[in-house]
């Protein structure tokens, strides 16, 4: 989707690139900008030679960004790494990574091309087989990422941030969002104090997570690739909103996303218990106030994103009220 966070991208610049990190002698054939994302700009490279690659760069420094979104490229890049390394989840290859903005005024990096559809474009074309087989997927690899455990509770890309109680940091992240939108005059259906007064009382529901695991956060279906042929995974993205935290934070366990296939490829057998419903109104609430508040950061050509957010912000907060 067009929006200001997205850094073009001109063609001298993408053959300096290409020349500084894979060499003087290589020239590009053809420069496609992916538009599907909503932060970062993409483009698909191909050389003479035949090899490709997808740039992703930063916003430029101009553009105000959420608070939780600052350094998120190096956090996206050092997860990318570490998922890759420690599972068999079909992660894309970094190639390099310029997080001094040497050539561009923002940071960026290379990886691997995935030769592959989104979900969410091939969805509809599917049997029912292959859907269940995917979601099931899906579930296997999501929880071989939880798998992965941190020694601290908090954003991959703010370490600073860090904290043991997973109850205190997500009240920062809850805190920094609702600052966020403060910033910008944004109207919530309630103010800034009244959320925070909201999880003040039911904080203590998440106080049985003890341990920080690697959450994507981001895995819908526009970021899981579909080999057309085969009709399975062979790629998953945007690692970039990782973060040390409740698996049950994943989106994947929302409403709206939920799939019995995915529970079971995910092993999860029981039903949520009222402690887990909370927790996940909670996280439905975070994710909806930051919906509704980044349209108005990103300048979205319509409000399509916001005006749905904002209903399912208003049905979750009802929930706790």
Not at 83 to 93: A, C, G, L, N, Y
Not at 295 to 311: F, G, L, M, S, V
């Amino acid at each position: 989707m067009n929006n200001i966070s997205k850094t073009p991208l001109e063609s001298g610049a993408a053959q300096e690139i290409t020349k500084f990190w894979l060499g003087s002698q290589k020239v590009i054939a053809s420069i496609e900008e992916l538009k599907d994302g909503y932060f970062n700009a993409a483009y698909a490279i191909q050389l003479t030679d035949g090899f490709r690659f997808v740039l992703k760069i930063a916003p430029m420094p101009i553009v105000k960004n959420l608070r939780y979104e600052r350094d998120i490229m190096l956090a996206e890049v050092e997860a990318m790494r570490l998922v890759k390394r420690q599972t068999d989840i079909p992660i894309p290859e970094i190639y390099f990574f310029d997080s001094q903005a040497n050539i561009l005024p923002s940071p960026y990096f290379a990886m691997e091309f995935v030769e592959g559809i989104p979900l969410h474009k091939l969805r509809e074309k599917l049997s029912s087989e292959e859907h269940s087989n995917i979601d099931q997927t899906i579930g296997k690899y999501l929880r071989q990422m939880n798998g992965l455990h941190g020694n601290q509770f908090g954003c991959f890309a703010h370490p600073e941030k860090s904290g043991i109680s997973w109850a205190d940091t997500f009240e920062n992240l809850l805190s920094d969002v609702l600052q966020d939108g403060q910033d910008a005059k944004i109207s919530l259906p309630i103010c800034k104090d009244e959320y925070l007064s909201i999880y003040q009382r039911h904080k203590d529901c998440m106080d049985e997570i003890l341990e920080p695991a690697l959450v994507h956060w981001d895995l819908w279906d526009g970021n899981i690739f579909i080999d057309p042929r085969s009709h399975k995974i062979n790629g998953i993205i945007d690692f970039e909103r990782c973060l040390w935290a409740d698996p049950l934070m994943e989106a994947n366990f929302s409403g709206p996303w939920l799939k019995p296939e995915f529970l079971k490829g995910y092993g999860w057998i029981q039903s949520f218990t009222p402690i887990q419903e909370k927790r996940r109104t909670l996280y439905n609430i975070y994710l909806f106030l930051i919906m509704v508040i980044e349209c108005t950061y990103r300048k979205y050509p319509t409000q399509d994103q916001e005006n749905w957010a904002r209903e399912n912000l208003i049905v979750e907060t009802n929930k706790l009220i």
